[in-house]
């Protein structure tokens, strides 16, 4: 009766979605015509998982992917500047969630004083993953554990996801779907983007994309609505995770529906069944989407805020091949080091003799699949310059500069999983044999390949005194990424330290015209806790270095502005300041954008210090010169003027929400560290104020003169609301009919 209602063009009534959705009952060598004789149906997942046979794989397969990340299993700082942003933009969600503010819609704490909204608003899965291990933690973990904590989880979660796609297809066969699982996950591809590039987002879809594969080959196997539910979850996922990658696995996955439209085996797709899926793709992905366009649409330069030399995309192309045809380097942090590994490209090669030999639509769909995204990451052949020139600009700027660290981790789920249609499918001894073979000795390869990037993790750790000096206030950055999605960078914006005090600024009219910069209320005194004169300088221990002095002291709960005079001088190197907790550095000639502190025109003198240590903490200056000098530099004059954090004439109160207080000489515009986009309000004195966008693209707010109250909210606008309710509708739907599908496979009495 079972088969009956499973069986596809069946006379009987038509089962219903659950049982479509019964993966437990998936029998694609049944419904796939080329293969000579059917076998029976697998167990129910619940006793495969219950049987020794299964156990021993899957746990091998989970403690080798936990020792292989094990570099990461620490609350120590992983990495380097990519990393670092990560963990600021996840110490923002976390410090909001833990204040009860969900969903997070914008940055709103110091770890984003800008209102930063990348990745928050267009792939929020990191963030969101990293609340719910906090939560489980109880709240108790440091931010930096909660990221190290989502990076080993989701490379756990990537080989169970890869191992469960893989007994899907081999139901006899726990230990090659281990086998293949343990590929997937030891895969170059995928090692480099966590650890050389700490490239999270991209790192996120681990889990997902043998998901996504897994319904794309069942297209190709069967026509039912279960092979597209299946895909339609898999890139929905992967959409919620890094949309590059999800946009290039969604045109696949067209491709693949479009080849099983046009040849259907057996009955063809009903077109009730793809629109019911459609919708439900579509709910799953509104949020995205939404929310992307919401941040954008004010933005006439378009969805995407760059735009991507085509020429050297290409250059990096061929700077990384034909050395991604070789064994990784020594260091694991190469260009080349983004590769498939000489394991994944023999299975590929095999699949394609496979093709080209047998009759079979999974080899040979996937082949093509293959070869296309080899063709754009291989430029053996003009034929890669021609695509790469011709591709529409939209999809380039996707790719970035480096399109391997886009493509090679889905050509990797690609092969493993037709690898294992390919073996339930084959009936050639010679071919199985083969095939073994190369699992066998691709397993013990790729387990040495990998063994580089264990080791990097190692090599690439921060200690505890390094990773504590990197998060605390007065020493964190906010780096260009955080302000992905918005038009541009404010004219403020610099790669050091920036006092978003000092960015407080009263405009005119004209939201352009500077009325007041943030300063004391009253002249404060010079004392000896700093001075204005000239540095002296005097040769470091350390070749290259000046040690410039006086020392500056650090009094808590005052802000120290030192204004740099150059004496018209443009030097070029590093300005380096270090005391107890305290650690920056700042480039010369100039630090970011027009207005950031450097010694160019129109660049701002000016520094704020402070200290968040219970104790006055003595700060000495390190000036590095580009090249090295060999005499000492010229030298400069200073002023230092020590403010209390209380006679500000802008103050910050708090960030969450942000409220500030003013006493303005004059009417005018407040304008703030936030990024400005629509959904802004405030309020001041209690009462509703306009907030508009300053020239600077920064959220401004008009205030009276004299002293005020301001609170500046994000209320997101409905339409974006409503599509986050519509996602986690759609994906609450999608978990119950999963925890549906997988207790339905649980022995039922008679």
């Known amino acids: ?376 990451v291989w430029p053996f052949s003009p034929l890669t310059d021609w695509i790469w020139e011709r591709m529409p600009g939209s999809i380039v700027d996707l790719a970035f500069f480096w399109p391997m660290q886009r493509i090679y981790l889905p050509l990797a789920g690609l092969i493993v999983l037709a690898t294992a249609a390919v073996l339930a499918d084959q009936q050639s001894r010679a071919v199985t044999l083969v095939l073994n073979v190369c699992l066998a000795a691709g397993v013990l390869w790729s387990t040495q390949q990998a063994a580089v990037f264990h080791r990097l993790e190692f090599r690439r750790r921060a200690n505890y005194e390094d990773t504590e000096l990197r998060m605390r206030a007065e020493n964190r950055s906010l780096m260009n990424h955080s302000y992905g999605l918005f038009p541009r960078l404010p004219p403020t914006f610099s790669n050091g330290v920036v006092d978003p005090l000092l960015g407080l600024r009263l405009l005119a009219s004209d939201l352009k015209t500077v009325i007041e910069q943030n300063d004391a209320l009253t002249p404060q005194p010079i004392s000896m806790e700093a001075a204005s004169g000239v540095f002296e300088t005097r040769k470091d221990p350390n070749p290259g270095i000046w040690d410039l002095s006086p020392n500056f002291t650090l009094t808590p709960g005052k802000r120290l502005i030192v204004t740099f005079d150059f004496q018209g001088e443009q030097p070029s190197g590093i300005l380096q300041l270090e005391g107890q907790g305290f650690f920056r550095q700042y480039i010369l000639p100039q630090s970011g954008e027009d207005q950031a502190w450097g010694c160019g025109p129109n660049n701002s003198r000016r520094l704020s210090l402070w200290t968040t240590e219970g104790n006055a903490v003595s700060v000495r200056i390190r000036y590095i010169p580009t090249p090295a000098l060999p005499m000492p530099p010229t030298l400069w004059h200073f002023y230092a003027q020590p403010i209390s954090e209380a006679t500000w004439r802008f103050r910050t109160v708090s960030q969450t929400p942000l409220t500030l207080e003013t006493q303005a000489a004059s009417a005018g515009w407040l304008e703030t560290p936030r990024m400005y986009l629509p959904g802004y309000k405030a309020t001041v004195n209690g009462g509703p104020a306009l907030v508009r966008a300053s020239a600077n693209g920064l959220a401004a707010v008009q205030v009276p003169a004299g002293r005020s109250r301001l609170v500046v909210t994000y209320v997101a606008p409905f339409w974006v609301r409503g599509g986050f309710a519509i996602s986690a509708i759609a994906w609450c739907g999608m978990g119950f009919l999963g925890v549906w599908s997988f207790c339905s496979g649980f022995p039922r009495r008679s």
């Not at 499973?6 to 006379?11: D, M, Y």
């Not at 495969?48 to 794989?57: G, N, S, T, V, Y």
């Not at 503010?101 to 800008?114: K, L, R």
């Not at 966590?194 to 297209?219: N, Y």
Request: glycine fraction near 8%.
């Open 1 to 376: 009766m079972v088969e009956e209602q499973n069986r596809i063009g069946s006379a009987s009534a038509t089962p219903s979605l659950l049982e479509y959705l019964n993966l437990s009952q998936l029998n694609p060598e049944r419904v796939n015509p080329h293969t000579q004789a059917a076998k029976a149906s697998p167990l129910p997942l619940p006793a495969l998982i219950r049987a020794r046979r299964e156990l021993l794989p899957l746990l091998a397969l989970m403690l080798g992917t936990f020792y292989l990340l094990s570099g990461f299993a620490t609350g120590r700082l992983v990495g380097s500047g990519d990393a670092l942003w990560y963990i600021q933009v996840l110490g923002d969600t976390l410090t909001q969630l833990r204040s009860g503010i969900f969903p997070v819609w914008v940055g709103q704490t110091d770890f984003a004083a800008n209102g930063a909204v990348y990745p928050l608003r267009v792939a929020p899965y990191y963030q969101y993953l990293g609340g719910l291990i906090d939560a489980a933690g109880a709240r108790s973990m440091s931010i930096v554990a909660v990221h190290n904590s989502v990076v080993v989880l989701t490379g756990i979660l990537g080989s169970l996801s890869a191992y469960a796609c893989m007994r899907t297809l081999l139901r006899k066969h726990p230990w090659r779907s281990a086998a293949l699982a343990w590929l997937y996950v030891t895969c170059p591809a995928g090692l480099a983007l966590i650890t050389a590039q700490d490239l999270i987002m991209s790192w996120m879809t681990l889990p997902f994309i043998p998901i996504a594969w897994l319904g794309v080959i069942l297209i190709n196997r069967e026509s039912s609505p279960r092979s597209l539910l299946i895909t339609a979850v898999g890139l929905g996922a992967l959409w919620w995770c890094h949309s590059p990658i999800a946009c290039g696995m969604t045109l696949a996955a067209f491709v693949s529906l479009a080849i099983a439209w046009v040849w259907p085996l057996g009955r063809p797709f009903d077109w009730r069944t793809v629109g019911f899926v459609a919708i439900s793709f579509a709910a799953l992905i509104c949020y995205p989407f939404i929310s992307l366009w919401s941040v954008r649409q004010a933005d006439r330069a378009g969805v995407i805020p760059f735009t991507v030399d085509r020429h050297r995309l290409l250059e990096n192309l061929r700077h990384a091949f034909p050395g991604s045809l070789m064994p990784v380097s020594a260091s694991g942090m190469e260009l080349r080091d983004f590769q498939l590994g000489f394991t994944l490209l023999t299975l590929a090669t095999v699949i394609a003799a496979i093709a080209l030999r047998f009759p079979g639509r999974t080899a040979r769909v996937s082949t093509i699949l293959l070869c296309v995204g080899l063709i754009l």
